[in-house]
């Protein structure tokens, strides 16, 4: 990002965190957002998918993860409060200034979901021959 608003690169992807502010404040361009839908917070700026790459979708999350001896009840309570907190109006609104958009799912639907991210990215770094150096 420094780079882009120094003029030493010309086009960068970024996340939502980084970029928000500088599109908002008129110091970058956005041409289009990663994920499956546009965002609520830059609507305006098309997918990937719409602008002319069908089926694109590379989307950044965060997630809060532990230790497999957890017990199940110390994930559940853990899992209740995460929620209730992200889900507080002021929590919520601080995080969409910053163009992060909450999204909350069980501790299982995130396991799934980390998993199939794994799926995916190793069939593309397989696919596209990229090695460790």
């Known amino acids: 990002m420094m780079d882009l608003l120094a003029g030493q690169v010309q086009l960068v992807f970024s996340s939502a ?6 599109v908002k404040a008129g110091k970058i361009r956005g041409l289009a957002v ?10 305006e700026l098309p997918t990937v998918a719409e602008a002319g790459l069908p089926g694109f ?18 994930i559940e309570r853990l899992h209740a409060e995460i929620v209730r907190a992200l889900h507080m109006p002021d929590v919520k609104q601080l995080l969409l200034t910053q163009g992060l958009e909450v999204r909350t799912s069980t501790p299982q639907e995130f396991g799934a979901y980390m998993k199939s991210e794994y799926e995916k990215w ?7 021959g990229i090695v460790a150096n």
């Open 17 to 22: 965190p980084t970029a928000v502010p500088q």
């Open 34 to 43: 990663t994920t499956a839908s546009r965002s609520v917070v830059l609507p």
């Open 57 to 74: 979708e590379a989307d950044n999350w965060y997630g809060v993860v532990t230790v497999m001896k957890t017990p199940r009840p110390i």
């Open 122 to 128: 190793a069939t593309v770094i397989r696919n596209a």
